[in-house]
């Protein structure tokens, strides 16, 4: 039978990163039931592969340079040399991949460097990704999709996608439960970084027909049922200082399994807590069978 591996981080009333528990300060249940810890470990040395997603749609014009600045700088701090991966995808009317897997923070800093707004109408076919007939704009669910299916799925050890965005989309083929489904089946974490435009908002209507400043509600789901966190760019909290916390969480996480007491077919609602009441677990909140999760 399949062990059922978790990575998850802990933070104490205030929001610090605790990283120095063991396995008897856990418990895990699946589907309600107290399930038995087989393994334990602190994933501090694990490799990372991670893919950061960027919106480059019309509304995001504004910011793409903050964001090229900063995502090179978490580049170079997150990377390990021949150890960690990462890979960029820019997502507008079509979901493209600026590069592949590498280690090199120099090739990803060029690779940012061809971020564009791209708000033409879409051809047949702009991406990698089937198409509809549907009005297409910001293809994020598209994007987060392909992100998990075809590029984490079939990596090992801890896996991660950052979605940089103001959250909505326009015209994707695929929907938020699915993208969800396909991270959740690839052990994926997605952290999500919303980053609005208001100026542009407003300047469109602000909460009419583009449904206020943001996706803010869709993208936390997307972080919470895989174990990320949303963060929101702000006066008090920069897209550097979010980076930040993002690559301390990556470094902070622990590992736990468990072999389920019975085959099921389905998702298996799991939860992983901790005895003192006052620390908060942060992992997901499920996953798919692998048979499941192999179609």
Do not use: W
């Amino acid at each position: 039978m399949d062990v059922v591996n978790v990575l998850f981080s802990v933070r104490d009333k205030t929001g610090r990163l605790i990283s120095t528990l063991g396995q008897s300060d856990f418990t895990i249940e699946e589907e309600g039931q107290a399930q038995t810890i087989k393994y334990f470990s602190r994933q501090t040395d694990l490799p990372v592969t991670l893919g950061l997603l960027v919106d480059t749609s019309v509304s995001q014009g504004n910011l793409i340079e903050q964001e090229r600045m900063a995502s090179s700088q978490f580049f170079t701090q997150v990377l390990r040399p021949r150890k960690d991966q990462a890979f960029l995808i820019s997502f507008d009317i079509s979901v493209d991949l600026l590069q592949d897997y590498t280690d090199s923070p120099r090739l990803l800093r060029s690779a940012l460097d061809k971020l564009h707004v791209n708000a033409e109408v879409a051809g047949p076919n702009p991406g990698p990704l089937p198409t509809t007939s549907k009005p297409k704009g910001t293809l994020l669910y598209d994007a987060a999709y392909l992100a998990a299916n075809d590029m984490l799925r079939g990596q090992v050890g801890r896996k991660a996608v950052v979605l940089l965005t103001d959250g909505n989309d326009f015209g994707s083929q695929l929907n938020l439960k699915q993208a969800i489904e396909a991270a959740q089946k690839s052990d994926v974490i997605i952290y999500g970084v919303l980053y609005v435009d208001r100026g542009f908002y407003q300047r469109r209507g602000g909460y009419g027909m583009l449904g206020g400043f943001g996706g803010g509600s869709e993208l936390k789901k997307m972080c919470e049922e895989t174990g990320g966190r949303m963060f929101e760019v702000s006066r008090k909290m920069g897209l550097r200082e979010i980076y930040d916390e993002i690559q301390q969480e990556l470094r902070s996480q622990y590992s736990i399994g468990y072999t389920p007491g019975a085959e099921r077919a389905g998702y298996r609602r799991i939860k992983v807590l901790a005895k003192d009441r006052n620390l908060k677990v942060q992992a997901r909140n499920g996953y798919y069978p692998k048979a499941a999760a192999a179609r």
